[in-house]
């Protein structure tokens, strides 16, 4: 029954989440964020509910003269921020349900997940008992109603045998004091709504609490919209327990019980929230029983950092990788987007439930799957792109000036020196952000080996009209010091059998030559081909040196490009570097490339690489951004 039940769940959320993706986008689905909106709704609930806290007097006689003070006599605010407050109540409670019934449908309540469902089960009841006390403090006629049958059916326990029902045989029952108490609690109940809510996602990793800003800005307005044409105002006039309340429009979204009072035995309405709660209590130990791994502890290795990571139970690939502090490329964490798409090439995953367009079969037929879905079966290997560093802050360097060397008209090879010599570890392929004076970043890749970390070697292009650049070829001198962030970046050998084809635009060599030259030094005797591609052939400022590689090590190939010279006596290849591979390489479907240039470059050649057979995992990119933005992966 439950499995059925989860079944039809799950097909209804993830039509409608279709549906909502195409209206909205994968990133701005409000389905993909209802925990957070509720957050979000709780805060508006909190700031509209202090505001109307200072003008409301707590006094049995004051509290409806006060409230409609509010309500007509400053409705550019307190009218507003009233109807707010009621609207924001309502939709926390919609959210609040539809991110619970999502996570029963997809069967997000078992194994460690035990925890983030019991505390969501009791931030509901907080939730209800906090809104229904609100309901008291109008005084006005719905409020009568509301405390009169809220102190009758909690009278029927026994722990109270009508204690609270005594306050209520005469209009002047209620003192200022009883009242003054229901007041408080509606600031108290709030607080411990809070601190649930802490808990509810302490488990949660990298639990997100506050929406989008479209989505934000998006439910302040239409709360706000929804208050000016539809006002929330008091029912019945004042209330007075001298006479009995026959009718009143009640909230559905905190009163759905209400109607019960008078239709059934209160013992059985009691019986009825007993067991629900109870039920719900129970759900993650319930049958359908939580598959675990017969193998107890799984283990998964993440590359390209060989992070080597345990798996709980039922946990997604994403969420074993954010738990245990590395950096990894996520969105919608609901497997619409693609952004958290992995390799995996060892071991068996459970893809999970995700949006068609976000995998497709053909992806799953090369070992791809979503992180943010998948679960593990097996041990695994995976691959990520886009980063899986340990989450660290990052760490600021002071560097001096060692030894600068101009080795064509427009290219400086600066090298740069730690303190007291001390080596930077790094791995090659990565980069630095060289910072100015007013905090800006310019990035440069390390152009040595790992095995030579000091002094560190930058290729430094001049760009016209470049800030940094033009500093270094006009200003800068040997002593002068340097502060940097890093090592940055993920473009790096990956570890495999397949041959590999370089391809390198102007000063993309840099990260290629590190690369290439830790190779060396590793004793890798994969084939390897570097193109190397430049305008003109002054600027192939290393040319000797890649001859010199080709020369000592057979399995190095080295083959340079000119895209603008038409010097007579330069024999070699002409065009784009790209299409010079291509040519030589019509079928790519068992290599590796590696595309290190500008962004032009990058985006040029990577669709003419897929084009023949190339597969996407097995394309890495390093594309130089313009030096106002900071380098990224392409």
Known sequence: MISRLQALLRWCFMHVEALFNRAFGDRMNPLYHLGSITFFLFWIVCATGLYLYAFFDTGVAEAYASVEALTHGQWFAGG?????????????????????????????????????????????????????????????????????????????????????????IYPASISDRFFSLLAFMHIGIPLVVLLLMFIHVQRVPKASTNPPRPIMLSVGVTLLLLSLVHPVLSQGGAADLGVAVTRVDLDWFYLLLFPLFDLWPFGRVWTLVGASTLLLLLLPWLPPKFKRSRQGELHMTVQPAAEALSLRSGETLLEAGLRQGLTLPYECRNGACGVCLCTVHRGRVDHGNYQPSALSEAQRARGQALMCCATALSDLDIEVEGGTARAAPLREHVARVQRMQRLAP?????????????????????????????????????????????????????????????????????????????????????????????????????????????????????????????????????????????????????????????????????????????????????????????????????????????????????????????????
């Open 80 to 168: 507003i921020l009233r109807s707010v407050h009621r609207y924001a109540s309502d939709a926390l409670v919609l959210t609040m349900l539809l991110h619970m019934l999502r996570h029963f449908g997809f069967d997000r309540l078992r194994g460690f997940r035990w925890f983030s469902w019991v505390s969501g089960v009791a931030l509901i009841w907080g939730v209800y008992v906090s809104g229904i006390n609100g309901y008291m403090l109008p005084w006005d006629k719905l409020a009568q109603y509301v405390i009169t049958a809220s102190f009758e059916w909690i009278d029927w326990l026994p722990t109270f045998g009508g204690a609270l029902m005594r306050n209520l």
């Open 410 to 634: 427009e290219l400086m090879v600066v090298e740069l020196s730690l303190p007291d010599g001390a080596p930077l570890h790094f791995k090659a392929g990565q980069y630095i952000n060289i910072v100015l004076d007013d905090g800006q970043r310019r990035a440069f890749s390390f152009a040595n080996p790992p095995k030579r970390p000091s002094p560190i070697e930058l290729h430094v292009r001049l760009i016209p009209g470049g800030r940094f650049t033009g500093h270094v070829f006009n200003e800068m001198k040997v002593g002068d010091t340097l502060r940097f962030e890093g090592p940055l970046g993920d473009f790096t050998l990956r570890d495999s059998q397949h041959p590999i084809l370089f391809v390198a635009g102007a000063t993309g060599f840099a990260p290629i030559k590190s690369i290439v030259e830790d190779a060396f030094a590793r004793g890798l005797t994969r084939q390897m081909w570097l193109y190397w591609g430049v305008r003109q052939r002054s600027e192939l400022y290393a040319m000797e040196l890649a001859e010199q590689w080709q020369r000592e090590h057979p399995h190095f190939h080295f083959v340079p490009v000119l895209s603008h010279e038409n010097a007579a006596d330069w024999g070699g290849r002409r065009g784009l570097v790209h299409e010079a591979m291509l040519a030589d390489f019509p079928d790519l479907r068992d290599f590796e490339v590696y595309v290190c240039g500008s962004v032009k470059m990058v985006e040029a050649a990577v669709p003419a690489f897929m084009a023949q057979g190339l597969s996407e995992g097995f394309c890495f990119t390093d594309a130089f951004l313009p030096s106002a933005a900071p380098k990224s992966p392409a």
